[in-house]
């Protein structure tokens, strides 16, 4: 299986709402990071978090990170219509190894 | 910064045909990254380049598919032959290092007849 995996596959919410992604991984890893990808467009980075960082906030998004469980989340406070994407893991193994991208989140914010 | 570019944005070919898709990447960017990404096989990674230098090319399907990399401004992702199971969204994306936040290109919608 791969090395980031997402959960849930797809998620649908109304606006206003907190939206909830996990993602899982194998190895240890250097760092973790969250993009999102509008329909037909290439994937925006959204946020870095490091091995050594348990959690990181930028703006409604707020990203935790669990060594332990090998595991990170990425919360998305008061969602808007906006919002609706899909949202990728990526996590960077050591050696300076490239990214390797999960499967994906389908967020879907209705008003 | 114009970001990453990428060309054309579409295209349609006929199968058999020879398909080169082009990047240019971020300026000051060492690594460069090629992706395909369709609804069966999500997103995939076909090779990567670090100084323009090919490190990994295991994603790469077959021999039809080749990618160069001539200098730190531009690669070429090409197909040939192309067959109609190489239609996808092929991106491009580029960051300081292969590890690092990575930034992606506009993508190509390639559509194989």
């Known amino acids: 299986s791969q090395q980031g995996e997402e959960d849930p596959q797809a998620l649908s919410i109304q606006e206003g709402e907190n939206a909830t992604m996990n993602c899982s991984y194998k190895?240890?890893?250097?760092?973790l990071q969250w993009y999102r990808q509008n329909s037909g467009r290439g994937l925006v980075h959204l946020i870095l978090?490091?091995?050594?960082?348990r959690e990181k906030h930028s703006g409604r998004l707020r990203v935790t990170l669990d060594t332990s469980k090998k595991s990170s989340s990425l919360l998305i406070t008061a969602s808007r219509a906006a919002d609706t994407a899909s949202y990728f893991c990526?996590?960077?193994?050591?050696?300076?190894?490239?990214?390797?991208f999960g499967t994906g989140t389908q967020l879907k914010v209705e008003l | 910064d114009a970001g990453v570019i990428q060309s054309p944005r579409h295209e349609v070919t006929e199968m058999g045909q020879e398909v080169t898709l082009r990047c240019k990447p971020i300026?000051?960017?060492?690594?460069l990254f090629w992706y395909r990404q369709t609804m069966m096989r999500g997103l995939e990674l076909l090779i990567y380049?670090?100084?323009?230098?090919?490190?990994?090319d295991s994603g790469m399907p077959e021999d039809r598919f080749s990618a160069k990399m001539p200098n730190a401004s531009f690669s070429t992702l090409k197909i040939q032959p192309s067959e109609p199971r190489d239609s996808a969204v092929y991106f491009c994306a580029s960051s300081l290092a292969p590890q690092e936040t990575q930034y992606f290109g506009p993508g190509t919608r390639l559509l194989v007849l």
């Open positions: 380049f670090n100084n323009n230098v090919p490190i990994d």
């Open positions: 978090i490091r091995s050594n960082e």
């Open positions: 990526a996590s960077s193994t050591g050696g300076g190894n490239k990214l390797t």
């Open positions: 190895t240890s890893i250097n760092n």
């Open positions: 300026s000051g960017h060492n690594s």
